[in-house]
């Protein structure tokens, strides 16, 4: 972070203090060495060093202004003479240090100007290349991260062409076992999560069908108030909105209804327990109540002795 600029009035006010300190020291010195002459025999006259040194310093201007006062000390203490050599000459030799002083000024002072402009643009262009800097290197470090996670999540992906075909293909096995095992992994596909459960309306009650890995400690029955408000939603359930948090408290993340395709009634739910709250997007529930429209033909498997209501006994839509 820059600091704060200082105000414009400080420079003028510290060059005419410099300045007044620069003539007063050397007024000084020509009273104390050489009586007030103005340094008139003195060659090259000390008057020099203010000038030089306000056009090197601070530019044209300071070094005209104090050019000016220098010419001013030189002509009020010149030496006399006038009758003693030609007037042109006597003048010439008046003229000759103000002329020079101002010539030095402005020749040195332009200089100045010069370079100091182009050391504030230079000043300028690095900042803008050091936040340039700055940028690039954390859009490096964003890209970075992001490629990390995109080479762990290939790496670890299991979600290949070929294994949705060999979990899909396992559905139609002849093994009970197996083709729960296919759901579960279709659903942990789909949800892109581990901690899932899939409950069944049985009789009056919705009781746990399949769990995931991490869902081993889950409830085995879901609260009334939670087929109560699916029934009203006619929806996923999620804790994205406001009214439906009370509904999932200690249960999970969201709720999809599976609804019979046949009948509409609700048959069952899948209850994610743990989903990043970023991912319930419009996008994200669209897809997860693409679910049930799949899931919902699976709960066919069940053994043919049990018995299942599409609607809890007792609830209310």
């Not at 670890?156 to 093994?175: F, K």
């Not at 009781?207 to 006619?234: C, G, H, K, N, Y």
Request: charged content about 20%; aromatic content about 6%; overall charge positive.
């Amino acid at each position: 972070m820059t600091g704060v600029r200082p105000p414009v009035w400080r420079r003028p006010i510290r060059i005419a203090i410099e300045m007044a300190l620069a003539f007063a020291l050397l007024l000084a010195l020509d009273w104390g060495l050489t009586g007030g002459t103005g340094f008139a025999h003195v060659q090259p006259s000390p008057y020099w060093l203010p000038v030089i040194v306000m056009a090197l310093a601070y530019g044209t201007g300071p070094g005209v202004i104090a050019a000016a006062i220098a010419s001013g000390v030189w002509l009020t203490h010149a030496p006399g003479g006038v009758g003693e050599r030609d007037y042109l000459d006597h003048l010439f030799h008046l003229s000759l240090p103000p002329l020079l002083w101002f010539v030095a000024a402005v020749a040195i002072g332009e200089v100045t100007m010069l370079r100091t402009a182009r050391h504030t643009r230079l000043e300028r262009r690095g900042r803008t290349a050091t936040r340039n800097v700055a940028r690039m290197t954390e859009a490096f470090d964003a890209l970075s991260q992001t490629n990390r996670r995109l080479q762990v999540q290939v790496a670890t992906e299991n979600a290949t062409l070929g294994h949705v075909i060999d979990t899909a293909t396992r559905l139609s096995s002849d093994d009970p076992a197996d083709r729960r095992e296919a759901i579960v992994r279709l659903i942990a596909l789909a949800t892109r999560t581990e901690d899932f459960t899939c409950y069944r309306i049985v009789g009056d009650e919705a009781r746990a069908w399949l769990r995931a890995a991490q869902a081993a400690v889950r409830r085995d029955v879901l609260p009334v108030a939670l087929i109560e408000r699916l029934l009203r939603r006619r929806g996923i359930v999620h804790v994205a909105r406001r009214s439906d948090r009370a509904a999932l408290e200690g249960i999970g993340i969201a709720a999809i209804p599976l609804y019979d395709p046949a009948t509409h009634e609700l048959v069952g739910c899948l209850v994610l327990h743990a989903l990043p709250f970023a991912a319930l997007n419009a996008n994200r529930v669209a897809e997860l109540t693409e679910i049930g429209t799949w899931l919902t033909p699976l709960l066919a498997d069940t053994p043919r002795g049990s018995k299942r209501s599409a609607r809890p006994t007792g609830l209310v839509a």
